[in-house]
């Protein structure tokens, strides 16, 4: 088999299929704001942690930068349309959950809400933000976790019934239906 070189700047095309969430954030008026990300991941148990990677132009990364607190909700391909939507540019202060359809939900520890029809939501503080090239990388404290009681298997993310979305590039995503378990 031979191997191809591709360009540097396309090195995450091959850290393919990632998971895919929505993020909520407030500004300081209260205005809320939904995007998805798939720049993102665990990065400590104890303390919880997740890591997201934003441009810092985004309302996101504005909000969360001047609020200091996010809500990271995860979809099922039940609502991929809706994701989509989020994702579209918005003037400053549209709710992004109400133009798709969405139902927001309000956070017990943070003021962004959660979204109703995602399967599971992760209240955060932010711990820290720092530059990371054209991203800047945000580590969130996971202050509570909701997951809908039918989305868990032996305490995992039942994929296979409850199919996360992973997004792959572009307009192009992976639904996460199939477990596979390592043979002993």
């Not at 039942?158 to 590039?169: C, Q, V």
């Amino acid at each position: 088999m031979e191997f191809v070189d591709l360009d540097v700047e396309s090195f995450y095309r091959v850290l393919a299929p990632r998971p895919t969430i929505i993020i909520t954030t407030v500004n300081p008026e209260g205005e809320v704001n939904a995007a998805p990300f798939s720049f993102t991941m665990p990065v400590s148990v104890n303390p919880p942690l997740i890591a997201v990677a934003s441009v810092p132009r985004h309302h996101t990364y504005q909000n969360l930068e001047k609020t200091r607190e996010m809500v990271v909700n995860i979809p099922s391909v039940d609502i991929l349309k809706e994701l989509w939507v989020t994702g579209e540019k918005f003037p400053q202060g549209v709710s992004e959950i109400e133009k798709a359809g969405l139902t927001a939900m309000d956070s017990d520890t943070v003021k962004p809400p959660w979204i109703k029809e995602c399967l599971a939501h992760m209240e955060c503080e932010i711990e820290f933000t720092r530059e990371c090239g054209d991203h800047q990388l945000v580590v969130g404290r996971v202050k509570k976790v909701g997951v809908r009681e039918d989305a868990l298997k032996d305490r995992l993310l039942n994929a296979e019934e409850m199919k996360p979305i992973l997004h792959l590039g572009g307009e192009d995503f992976i639904v996460g239906d199939h477990r596979k378990i390592v043979p002993k």
